[in-house]
């Protein structure tokens, strides 16, 4: 009988001691701010192309191939489910395409940098054609232009020409609004947001012309300038007021430094600026994608040749993860691997997304696409 109760004693024990641990364990995870990138799995996608925009959004993807101006709509797990491919000359041309976005009901829009932009059918014809008031007066843009988001009926989105403003107007990003927001069922459009007197841009100083980026998380909107490591919060509901600054502070950011003149210029010539390719986010988290850049000591040293040396640009510019948490502040920077080339959307910063692999880096031919499954993991 006394073998039997320290028998039990002894499982009673090792059960509280196991319970213990593992809610420490538990508590420890959910108090931490150090995460991890995981590769849970890929997938590969029967198309090959030079893809440089996409969204994900509810099992759905779409892709832009911009060499043969073609959209191709994925699920998650890597079917081709449709494509379209557009003219690029004529009068039903559709190209340049630097915006591709799912509204929050999962219609897919695509548009340009000067407009206009496009509401697509489920196999990707064209639904409507949304068209803003004035012509725009960009002349320029970046792919993968993460500048147009959907906020209650209408569309935010980065588009100057306003009174025949552009951003190469002088002080433009000190004096002038930065968004509009267009009421689609009207056609009608009205500025928003300014730069806020947080932003080094907002001096009036000359520095490398940013582009600008932003996404929306309910009612608030998260604004960014590629270079400068800082992120920017408004209010939608009061007129688009600035709520605060978020510093970035990353342990590496590469900034040039002011310019003497408007004809001074830094891009790979001198140096490599770090860069801010996206912020997603959700009312708890919000996540940083953004690399160090490369200084001018380091740059001077190398002796590139362009374009030939491009690829080395890789290999000494490292990319990151860094996520911040309404409570808890900044984790730690989360590097990514050289192996992943492109990320275009994470629709919740806690969940898995999809990174487009480089297959030039690893040194695999292949006659598809592949993308790695990944999932940023608090430790």
Same mark, same amino acid.
């Given at each position: ?85 557009? &003219? ?27 407009? &206009? ?24 843009? $970046? ?212 990174? $487009? ?16 499954? $990944? ?5």
């Amino acid at each position: 009988m006394i073998y039997r109760h320290i028998l039990i004693a002894f499982l009673a024990y090792s059960f509280l001691s196991c319970s213990s641990s593992e809610k420490s364990e538990k508590v420890t995870s959910e108090t931490s701010t150090k995460w991890e990138l995981q590769v849970l799995d890929s997938i590969q996608v029967d198309y090959m192309g030079n893809i440089s925009t996409g969204d994900f959004r509810d099992g759905m993807g779409m892709l832009y191939d911009y060499t043969a101006n073609t959209l191709i709509k994925i699920d998650y797990r890597g079917q081709v489910l449709s494509t379209k491919a557009f &003219p690029k000359d004529g009068p039903n041309s559709i190209s340049f395409i630097s915006t591709i976005k799912f509204d929050p009901d999962g219609n897919p829009y695509i548009g340009g940098h000067d407009g &206009p932009y496009f509401e697509l059918n489920e196999d990707l014809s064209v639904k409507r054609k949304i068209e803003m008031p004035f012509a725009s007066q960009s002349f320029g843009g $970046l792919m993968d232009a993460k500048s147009f988001e959907f906020w209650q009926d209408k569309i935010i989105l980065y588009y100057t020409g306003r009174d025949e403003v552009g951003p190469f107007t002088e002080n433009y990003l000190r004096d002038y609004f930065l968004l509009e927001m267009l009421n689609p069922a009207t056609g009608e459009s009205s500025p928003l947001i300014r730069t806020p007197e947080t932003s080094k841009f907002s001096t009036g100083l000359l520095y490398e012309r940013p582009s600008i980026s932003f996404t929306t998380v309910e009612n608030d909107l998260l604004l960014y300038f590629n270079n400068e490591p800082k992120i920017h919060r408004f209010n939608l509901l009061d007129s688009g007021k600035h709520i605060e600054t978020l510093d970035l502070n990353p342990s590496k950011f590469i900034e040039a430094p002011e310019l003497k003149d408007k004809y001074e210029n830094y891009g790979y010539e001198k140096l490599v600026e770090g860069n801010i390719f996206g912020v997603f986010a959700n009312q708890k988290h919000l996540v940083v994608h953004y690399s160090e850049g490369i200084s001018e000591e380091v740059f001077g040293s190398q002796n590139f040749t362009f374009p030939k040396d491009f690829p080395r640009l890789v290999e000494l510019n490292q990319s990151y993860f860094k996520m911040y948490d309404a409570e808890k502040g900044w984790s730690n920077e989360v590097p990514i691997p050289k192996k992943v080339k492109q990320i275009f959307a994470i629709e919740n910063p806690t969940d898995p997304f999809f990174a $487009l692999r480089n297959d030039d880096y690893i040194g695999e031919e292949q006659d598809y696409l592949t993308f790695y499954k $990944l999932q940023l993991v608090q430790k």
